[in-house]
């Protein structure tokens, strides 16, 4: 794995992340508003649960006939005169993409967002070409000035405010005047447009993601708010597509249901901006375009995923509600995670793609609320594959020894009913009595994991078991 | 060692438990790529020609684009001179080899009118749409020397002419005209689906305009839509 990851410390980074006070205040930014102008997109949208039906379905039947959709879309890029080279590795991946730049003699390579080269650790491969990549993407520009991975994936730099922005810019852009003033987010926009837009008329080689590939036609899309994925596929000669597997779909019509679900549930938009289908290079006769178009197919660890229990997360769309509605994410933001991949989708994929012995902290990062799941525009089953790692990271006796034999304690009590029973009666009233007077407790022996950050609330009542028995017999 | 393409493939049969030569298999995915079925068509875009119209200029405007509407493509170049006026824009456009811009009467304005791909020092470009798309206000453009990509995004200001005919309440209907043109399993090499301007809201979700595409969108709809079907 050419990325560095830090997902085996998850707890120190969630540590630091939450006592980090320039994150916590951007974090406290994003809480709300993407989940209300979600929840309106979709108020305002009665087909939008059933195009979620047909978003889940699609995804599931194209993953069913992968093979057979990789070959259809294949023969049509080679039939409009792209380029598509299968990689198992990012280090396939990123050879595939140093040979294309080195054959143009390539300089400058800008780049539209993509996850996929975020998980090859393209940007230092090239570097090391010397290659200078650029990221065009805002978010992503003000990161890899930063030298930071993205924290959010349609949102990079969202665990930034804008005085750190600010800083950023005056120490990179030395070419501009001293004095200028940078205090509002527009100010900063206009300058990184300006900035940017010298490299986009100067590259040699334009790099894009894909949100998906129709085999229909051998198309590329890509969905994007600022326009820069275009002017970086457009302007250059050459044209590469990062794509991994599962992002195939079969027909416009497909695609067209999981375009209606996705702006909906990333940003709350009926569509992005732009919605962009590419089909091979420049065509006779026109004017503009790159003259060579390349697809670079990754697998890395995709291929094993189908057929089991982690199938399912083949068919996410990359929307990132389930990271916008995450309590955990809001309380630890992306970058505590460690890796490419953040908030719940992350917890399931990264285990998958670097191994659940270097991030099984990750699907234990959550309460299992459940609000990933009900807001997946393709039905993740989130939680139940997050229960299903943490029951590998058990079985091969991962998990700590304090952590097991607790859960050894509490597995004696919970086969034995009247045992439990009595046991949680007397623990409740117990910690019921000694929090009486303040409702909650500031300190507890054991639990200061919990008390550090907030109070624990006293028991207050009977047990749930008791009042669920109550409420039986009152039917 | 395998070619990664084989392995790859080998790797997913596998895993799916499959052979890759079964027939209902085969059968399925040609089947669907040869009928392209249909999904499941939000109602709020089928309407009649004339609320058609009415849903995408709504939608276009929530999307931050300007829209007006004239009678005929003559009207048009009078349309584009008083946008730019209105807006102390210079009164210059750049515009493809689009035969319904050509034909336009540019030489009754003081518009001063050039022609093909941008190379970034054009305020002002002019495109004629492929089509419109109601039910979110969207505007549909194809590559090619009528009307190049880099006018889409490479001004500040994108001007974009669609014939109210040209409407259509929702994507798949502009891919059935698109194959039409193409042939079924074709498309030309960019289609741009444009929903208002270009945006960010990179930088503490305040969402800005004008980020790295055309600071503005102002869409001409010409002529009245057929009046058939209500």
Same mark, same amino acid.
């Given at each position: 794995?050419?990325?560095?990851t830090?997902?085996?410390?998850?707890?120190e980074?969630?540590?630091e992340?939450?006592?980090?006070?320039p994150?916590?205040k951007?974090l406290?930014?994003?809480?709300?508003?993407?989940?209300?102008?979600?929840?309106?997109?979709a108020?305002?949208?009665?087909?939008?649960e059933?195009?979620?039906d047909?978003a889940?379905?699609?995804?599931?039947h194209?993953l069913q006939?992968?093979d057979?959709y990789?070959?259809?879309?294949e023969k049509?890029v080679?039939a409009?005169g792209?380029y598509?080279?299968?990689?198992?590795?990012?280090?396939?991946?990123?050879?595939?993409?140093?040979?294309?730049?080195?054959?143009?003699?390539?300089r400058?390579?800008?780049k539209g967002?993509?996850?996929?080269?975020?998980?090859?650790?393209?940007?230092?491969?090239?570097i090391a070409?010397? !290659?200078?990549?650029v990221?065009?993407d805002?978010?992503?520009?003000?990161?890899?000035l930063r030298?930071?991975?993205?924290?959010?994936?349609?949102a990079p730099a969202?665990?930034?405010?804008?005085?750190?922005?600010?800083a950023?810019?005056?120490?990179?852009?030395t070419?501009?005047?001293k004095?200028r003033?940078?205090t509002?987010?527009?100010?900063?926009?206009?300058?990184?447009?300006?900035?940017?837009?010298?490299?986009?008329l100067?590259a040699d080689v334009g790099?894009?993601?894909?949100?998906?590939? @129709?085999a229909?036609?051998?198309?590329s @899309?890509?969905?994007?708010?600022?326009g820069?994925?275009?002017?970086t596929q457009t302007?250059?000669k050459v044209?590469?597509?990062?794509?991994s597997?599962e992002?195939?779909?079969?027909t416009?019509?497909?695609?067209?249901q999981?375009?209606?679900v996705?702006?909906r549930?990333?940003t709350?938009?009926?569509m992005s901006?732009?919605?962009?289908?590419?089909?091979?290079?420049r065509r006779?006769?026109?004017?503009?375009?790159?003259?060579?178009y390349?697809v670079?197919?990754?697998?890395?660890?995709?291929?094993?995923?189908?057929g %089991?229990?982690?199938?399912d997360m083949?068919r996410? @769309?990359?929307c990132?509600?389930?990271?916008?509605?995450?309590?955990?994410?809001?309380?630890?933001g992306?970058?505590?995670?460690?890796?490419v991949?953040?908030g719940?989708?992350g917890a399931?994929?990264?285990?998958?793609?670097?191994g659940?012995?270097k991030?099984g902290?990750?699907?234990?990062?959550?309460?299992?609320?459940g609000?990933?799941?009900?807001?997946?525009?393709?039905?993740?089953?989130?939680?139940?594959?997050m229960?299903?790692?943490r029951?590998?990271?058990?079985a091969r006796?991962?998990t700590?020894?304090?952590?097991?034999?607790?859960l050894?304690l509490?597995?004696?009590?919970?086969?034995r009913?009247?045992?439990?029973k009595?046991?949680?009666? !007397?623990g409740?009233?117990?910690l019921?009595?000694?929090g009486?007077?303040?409702?909650?407790f500031?300190?507890?022996p054991l639990?200061? %994991?919990?008390t550090?950050?907030?109070?624990?609330?006293?028991?207050?009542?009977?047990?749930?078991?008791?009042?669920?028995?109550?409420?039986?017999?009152a039917? | 060692m395998t070619?990664?393409?084989d392995?790859i493939?080998?790797n997913?049969?596998?895993?799916? %438990?499959?052979?890759?030569a079964?027939a209902?298999?085969r059968?399925?995915?040609?089947?669907?790529?040869e009928?392209a079925p249909?999904?499941?068509?939000?109602?709020?875009?089928?309407?009649?020609?004339?609320?058609?119209v009415a849903?995408?200029?709504e939608?276009?405007?929530r999307?931050?684009?300007?829209?007006?509407q004239v009678?005929r493509?003559?009207d048009?170049?009078?349309?584009?001179?008083r946008f730019?006026?209105?807006?102390?824009?210079?009164a210059?456009v750049?515009?493809?080899a689009?035969?319904?811009l050509t034909a336009?009467?540019?030489?009754?304005?003081?518009?001063e009118?050039?022609a093909?791909?941008?190379?970034g020092?054009?305020?002002?470009?002019?495109s004629h749409?492929? %089509?419109?798309v109601?039910?979110?206000g969207?505007l549909?453009l194809?590559?090619?020397?009528d009307?190049?990509?880099?006018?889409?995004?490479?001004?500040?200001n994108?001007i974009?002419i669609v014939?109210?005919?040209?409407v259509?309440?929702?994507?798949?209907?502009i891919?059935q005209?698109?194959?039409?043109?193409?042939?079924k399993?074709?498309m030309?090499?960019?289609?741009?689906l !444009?929903?208002?301007?270009?945006r960010?809201?990179?930088i503490?979700?305040t969402?800005?305009?004008?980020?790295?595409?055309?600071?503005?969108?102002?869409?001409i709809i010409?002529?009245?839509?057929?009046p058939?079907?209500?």
């Open positions: 794995m050419t990325v560095h830090t997902s085996p410390q998850f707890k980074n969630a540590h992340a939450l006592r980090d006070a994150l916590q951007a406290n930014n994003m809480r709300s508003g993407f989940i209300e102008r979600r929840a309106l997109a108020a305002e949208l009665p087909e939008f059933r195009l979620r047909s889940r379905d699609i995804k599931k194209t006939h992968l057979l990789l070959e259809a879309y049509k080679k409009a792209g598509v080279q299968f990689c198992r590795t990012p280090a396939e991946a990123n050879a595939a993409v140093l040979s294309i730049c080195k054959a143009r003699g390539a400058i390579v800008t967002k993509s996850m996929i080269s975020e998980e090859m650790g393209l940007n230092e491969a090239l070409q010397g !290659i200078t990549p990221e065009t805002l978010g992503e520009y003000i990161i890899q030298g930071e991975i993205p924290s959010h994936i349609i969202v665990h930034l405010n804008k005085e750190q922005v600010e950023d810019f005056r120490r990179v852009h070419h501009l005047p004095d003033v940078l509002e987010p527009t100010q900063l926009l206009t300058e990184a447009r300006a900035v940017l837009r010298e490299r986009f100067a790099i894009t993601g894909a949100n998906f590939l @129709i229909e036609t051998g198309t @899309i890509i969905v994007t708010n600022e820069n994925g275009d002017l302007l250059p044209h590469i597509v990062l794509a597997l992002k195939l779909v079969p416009l019509e497909d695609v067209s999981l375009l209606r996705l702006a549930s990333a709350g938009q009926d901006v732009y919605t962009t289908f590419s089909t091979g290079p006779p006769g026109d004017v503009d375009g790159p003259e060579e390349h670079i197919l990754l697998d890395n660890g995709r291929s094993a995923m189908l %089991g229990e982690f199938e083949l996410c @769309i990359r990132g509600a389930c990271m916008n509605h995450c309590p955990v994410y809001h309380a630890v992306g970058h505590a995670y460690g890796w991949y953040p719940p989708m399931v994929l990264t285990p998958s793609l670097i659940v012995d991030a902290h990750l699907p234990n990062a959550s309460t299992f609320c609000r990933c799941e009900a807001v997946c525009p393709v039905r993740i089953p989130l939680p139940k594959m229960r299903h790692w029951e590998r990271e058990f006796h991962l700590p020894a304090a952590f097991r034999s607790g050894r509490w597995a004696f009590f919970a086969k009913p009247a045992l439990y009595f046991a949680t009666r !007397i409740m009233g117990v019921g009595l000694a009486k007077r303040s409702g909650r500031k300190s507890l639990a200061g %994991g919990w550090d950050f907030r109070d624990m609330p006293a028991p207050q009542g009977r047990t749930f078991q008791a009042r669920w028995a109550k409420e039986k017999r039917r | 070619a990664p393409r392995d493939l080998a997913i049969r596998r895993s799916l %438990g499959v052979s890759g079964e209902p298999r059968a399925n995915v040609a089947t669907r790529l009928n249909r999904g499941l068509i939000p109602a709020r875009g089928q309407l009649g020609p004339a609320a058609r849903m995408f200029k939608q276009a405007k999307a931050q684009a300007s829209v007006t009678a493509p003559q048009v170049p009078a349309e584009i001179a730019l006026r209105d807006r102390n824009l210079p210059t750049r515009i493809g689009d035969a319904r336009m009467p540019w030489s009754e304005t003081a518009l009118v050039s093909g791909r941008s190379d020092g054009d305020p002002n470009a002019v749409a492929f %089509g419109g109601a039910e979110s969207t549909a194809v590559s090619g020397p009307n190049p990509t880099t006018l889409n995004f490479l001004p500040d994108h974009v014939s109210a005919v040209d259509a309440g929702d994507y798949e209907t891919w005209r698109l194959r039409e043109q193409t042939g399993g074709a030309p090499r960019t289609v741009n !444009i929903t208002g301007p270009s960010s809201a990179d503490e979700q969402l800005l305009l004008g980020a790295h595409g055309p600071r503005t969108l102002h869409i010409v002529g009245e839509p057929q058939s079907g209500g």
